[in-house]
């Protein structure tokens, strides 16, 4: 499972554009977002470069 702190998601639209990023290229990828501590864990075969680029590219930066 991995674990990335992501930048600017306020509400339950920013869950779903993030779940619709990865689930775009992983449709059986898990998708958990915590609003309060801006955490997504994800269980999906996608690299952690991979993830994190799709996040970015949905509008959501990743934070290292």
């Keep these: 499972m991995l674990s990335l702190k992501v930048s600017g998601m306020t509400c339950g639209g920013c869950i779903n554009a ?3 990023a990865i689930q775009a290229q ?3 990828a898990v998708v958990q977002a915590d609003l309060a ?3 997504v864990k ?3 075969s ?3 470069a991979q993830a994190s680029q799709l996040i970015t590219d949905a ?3 990743v934070v290292q």
């Design 18 to 20: 993030v779940t619709r």
């Design 26 to 28: 992983d449709p059986q």
């Design 37 to 39: 501590s801006q955490i």
């Design 42 to 44: 994800l269980e999906t």
């Design 46 to 48: 996608l690299s952690e």
């Design 59 to 61: 509008g959501f930066p």
